[in-house]
């Protein structure tokens, strides 16, 4: 049974910072990684999709990097903003359902 | 709409009584999802459709909850004799492919009392 987790929980980092968000999954059998952005009280929005045969996907700000082998993922935000502040959470789909299995989210706060 | 939709976005009920609750996915995408999220913690799956069918029910919890998508488009979530552990907010996602991006709905917030 596929299972994601994410490190750290929380992150509070002041205005200007690069950081940096993991991710990992235990079966490497993946069909992709999504990143999603969710702001309190909202459903969520998706950043960016890595397939499984691809590196890295990248977004302005946000850059995604993928390593199957070793079953992570990361999540690189440059420059970060107080409108960065959210939950981010990553999904793994795998070879063998057709669901979305997700981590439990890093809440980011990025201070003024 | 451009977007996934979903209605309510709030419902307030009491134990025992029947709710639904309705996802518009995108138009053309052929797969729909629905998640079930508690505070603060990552979505949980309940139920895949593709097309009309469910090709994925696993998530499901027990027998009071069942969907369905009757004509590949529109979907129900139906939990029957509500109880205060179903309190959560319900995400509806949809796909035009298996490997495709997800895009999600801004959820139901459903509170059993």
């Known amino acids: 049974k596929q299972e994601v987790t994410q490190i750290p929980a929380a992150l509070s980092v002041p205005e200007g910072e690069n950081l940096v968000l993991n991710c990992s999954f235990t079966d490497s059998a993946i069909y992709n990684l999504q990143w999603f952005r969710q702001d309190p009280g909202k459903g969520l929005t998706s950043l960016l999709l890595i397939q499984s045969s691809q590196r890295e996907q990248t977004s302005g700000r946000l850059n995604a990097s993928l390593d199957k082998s070793s079953g992570r993922s990361t999540l690189y935000i440059a420059a970060s903003q107080p409108g960065d502040s959210a939950t981010y959470l990553c999904a793994v789909k795998d070879d063998y359902g057709q669901n979305f299995v997700f981590g439990p989210g890093t809440r980011l706060s990025v201070l003024p | 709409g451009a977007g996934v939709s979903q209605t309510p976005s709030n419902k307030v009920t009491e134990k025992g009584k029947y709710v639904e609750l309705r996802c518009d996915p995108i138009s053309g995408h052929t797969a729909l999802y629905w998640y079930r999220q508690s505070l603060g913690q990552g979505p949980e799956f309940l139920i895949y459709f593709q097309g009309t069918g469910a090709a994925d029910d696993s998530g499901l919890p027990n027998d009071r909850f069942f969907a369905v998508r009757p004509e590949g488009s529109v979907s129900t979530l139906k939990i029957q004799r509500t109880e205060r552990g179903d309190s959560a907010v319900y995400l509806c996602?949809?796909?035009?492919?298996?490997?495709?991006?997800?895009?999600f709905g801004q959820g139901t917030r459903l509170t059993v009392v």
């Open positions: 996602a949809s796909t035009p492919g298996p490997v495709s991006e997800a895009f």
